[in-house]
């Protein structure tokens, strides 16, 4: 340290004495130069007054001699004369005579115009042109003399050699006075101060002096009171490492911190090592998981590697990564904290923790809450219930089989709507997530998604059935009403015919408990939407129908109502705002009008966007010009006036479903929409297609996925 300061200091006088060197020379030669053009000056003021009598008379003799007496000076290496111009005195004539030295061989411009003295200095020269003037101050002629700088430039080399030799002397003394205090009062104390410095950061004591009272005595002293601060330091960070370990090592949480290039530090909580095994030394966090947890190791290398191309938001980036994943047969959750240093990350601390009984105890509660809801359902409508769980068999064994990809949403979308209408939440997630990957594929399904659907469904089976007696009696139910009817009609002397078709009808079932279902299934859509229940007007005009032949019918029913409550009627401040009643109108009726069956659904809600329909269809490809148009393009799959996809709604399959079956009863679909007033969807069908129909419909075989009720 002593070599560098005095290394410094001897640089800085070297510097400050050679600005004092240059500063000095080049006044020197200022004042060199100035005593010479005074001089100069002085000297051709006077060879001018001598000349200009000869130069008058055209004395060309007397301007020579004047000339060579100027060349006694031997400063003076060129000299020449110029008189008037006899025929135009503006301008100069021939040169009357000049001087030169025999070794100077340079050609000096001439004075080209009468003019004020003119001096030019060079690096080599003094050149100077004045006016030759008559007695009476007229312009008689030029002068022009050229005075050489050589003894000025000797005179002015010994100056500078001795200006240089005092100022080198000087700038050593100096140097080597300031580099003996130096080292005597600065270095050799800072010396022992760095030699401290040493001993404490290899953590051991240090005898500090502090000496003079000056500033390296106050830098030992405040050295002094540091070293006692870092021993006090020390012994605290060994405290608390003490406490950490000691939490790490019972902490039921796995704490790991990782480096951004993906590399494990060496401290971790005990229970990293007691359910992945310890880590070897400078292993990522990657191959570290990746025995246990492949997919999420990897997962964890590309997010890891989007935070450090910084392309994403770093929480964006860390959102990425899963959140969850299964090792070990343990369910483990994981959250990621960013630790920063000056505004850049350098490490992600992650911390999992086992949820393995918290997520059992979740399913658990959660097939109780289902168990409990679908057990409400059997106490309000067995027979509801009991024909929901066939219609669903059948379409798991439908989708088993089906191969058209289309349909095979279809069938999902209806499955998905009517067990979450009957609270088996966690199947209906189920449809959704293949619904979506689906979707995202634009393939049909997959055997491990048709196994994986039809084992699933298995369990629900097994569990629902538990709740219903294997066998129920063989029972008709008739309402009281229908039975006065009857007897008046027999007390009346109705044909029998008439009788005859009154009783066969009561074999099929009522209309009305098929639209008190739909009822209930629109509130229950209205409640999980967080909208006021809706008031439902149904009335099914003592209509029977068929149970098993219209089953399909009712169970793509489902999305119109589910669209009535989701799409149509607007959320309570909606319909303040707008001047309507804060809950909605659901109206559901049957009737008979000249041997037409007539459905109806509608609604008091917001009506259908057709400009959000037409710009669907566009982007679909599919005709959009005329409400006709428009209609069918309703019916077409994938297209819905939902933004975005939820488990209630969005996908754009639910209409499509429902004309199929529709269609394939020998019906027609009509819809009525106003902006603003609401939406009616009408269906109608000719009562002796629907006969045919439904007596040709195939019945539904013993299937393995349904339970036997009957």
């Known amino acids: 340290m002593g070599t560098k300061l005095v290394f410094v200091t001897c640089l800085s006088l070297a510097l400050i004495f050679t600005v004092i060197y240059l500063v000095l020379t080049h006044r020197e030669k200022a004042n060199l130069l100035h005593a010479k053009q005074m001089a100069g000056e002085m000297v051709v003021e006077l060879f001018t007054e001598s000349i200009c009598a000869a130069l008058v008379f055209d004395d060309q003799a007397g301007v020579s001699d004047a000339l060579r007496f100027l060349g006694k000076n031997q400063d003076v290496s060129y000299a020449a004369v110029w008189k008037q111009d006899t025929n135009d005195p503006t301008k100069l004539g021939a040169r009357v005579a000049e001087l030169r030295r025999e070794a100077d061989g340079t050609d000096y411009p001439l004075a080209d115009a009468r003019g004020d003295q003119r001096v030019d200095l060079g ?24 005075f050489s700088l050589a003894r000025e430039q000797k005179l002015f080399a010994e100056l500078s050699q001795q200006i240089l030799f005092a100022a080198s002397a000087t700038a050593a003394l100096i140097a080597l006075l300031l580099g003996g205090f130096t080292r005597s009062l600065v270095v050799r104390r800072l010396a022992r101060l760095a030699n401290a410095a040493q001993h404490l950061e290899r953590g051991e004591a240090a005898s500090i002096a502090r000496g003079a009272d000056d500033e390296v005595g106050l830098l030992a002293h405040a050295l002094s009171r540091m070293a006692l601060a870092i021993a006090d330091r020390e012994a605290r960070i060994q405290t608390q490492n003490r406490e950490m370990r000691l939490v790490l090592d019972n902490v039921a949480q796995a704490f790991i911190t990782v480096g951004i290039d993906g590399v494990m530090t060496s401290e971790h909580s005990a229970i990293v090592d007691r359910w992945f095994g310890e880590p070897k030394v400078g292993e990522t966090l990657t191959a570290y998981l990746e025995p246990h947890a492949a997919s999420y190791a990897q997962s964890f290398a590309m997010g890891l590697e989007q935070l450090r191309d910084d392309m994403l938001p770093a929480g964006l980036a860390l959102d990425q ?11 483990f959750d994981v959250t990621y904290t960013t630790i920063s240093k000056d505004e850049k990350i350098e490490r992600v601390l992650v911390i999992m923790s086992d ?63 009517n067990c979450a209408i009957y609270g088996l939440e966690t199947y209906a997630e189920l449809v959704h997530r293949i619904e979506s990957e689906l979707v995202d594929s634009q393939t049909g399904l997959s055997d491990e998604q048709r196994n994986l659907l039809v084992n699933a469904w298995k369990k629900v089976i097994a569990r629902v059935s538990k709740l219903l007696p294997a066998a129920r009696p063989d029972t008709i139910e008739i309402e009281r009403a229908e039975l006065e009817t009857l007897i008046e009609r027999v007390q009346a002397g109705a044909p029998s015919t008439t009788l005859i078709q009154a009783l066969i009808a009561w074999g099929r079932e009522p209309i009305q408990r098929r639209l008190d279902r739909l009822g209930r299934h629109a509130i229950g ?9 809706p008031h439902v007007a149904i009335d099914g005009h003592g209509i029977r129908l068929d149970p098993q032949g219209w089953a399909p ?13 989701d799409h149509g009627i607007e959320d309570a401040e909606t319909r303040l705002q707008v001047g309507k009643p804060e809950a909605g109108t659901l109206i559901l009726s049957a009737d008979r009008d000249e041997g037409r069956l007539i459905i109806r659904v509608g609604d008091d809600g ?68 106003t902006s603003g007033q609401g939406t009616s969807f009408e269906i109608a069908f000719d009562e002796c297609d629907v006969a045919l129909a439904t007596e040709s419909a195939p019945k539904a075989p013993p299937n393995s996925l349904l339970p036997r009720f009957a």
């Open 123 to 146: 690096a080599n020269a003094l050149t100077i042109s004045a006016v030759v003037k008559d007695p009476t101050g007229g312009w008689a002629g030029q002068a022009l003399v050229v």
């Open 321 to 331: 990564i899963p959140r969850r994943f299964v090792a070990a047969g343990r369910i």
């Open 355 to 417: 949820v393995t009984a918290q997520v059992a105890n979740e399913h658990m509660e959660r097939d109780q809450r289902e168990l409990v809801a679908l057990f409400e359902r059997i106490t309000v409508d067995r027979s509801g219930v009991e024909e929901f769980l066939s219609e669903a068999a059948g379409l798991v064994g439908a989708m088993r089989a089906e191969p058209d990809p289309n349909v095979q949403r279809r069938l999902m979308h209806t499955l998905k709507g």
């Open 525 to 533: 859509t209205a409640h999980r939407l967080g909208k006021p229940e």
């Open 553 to 565: 019918f009712w169970g793509a029913m489902v999305h119109v109502t589910r669209n009535a409550v």
């Open 606 to 673: 917001k009506g259908i966007d057709w400009a959000q329909v037409k710009t669907k269809a566009a982007h679909a490809g599919l005709l959009c010009e005329t409400r006709e148009d428009l209609v069918e393009a309703l019916f077409a799959d994938g297209i819905s006036t939902r933004h975005e996809v939820s488990e209630t709604s969005g996908r754009g399959i639910g209409l499509a479903a429902l004309r199929g079956v529709v269609t394939s009863l020998g019906g027609h679909i009509d819809i009525q929409s």
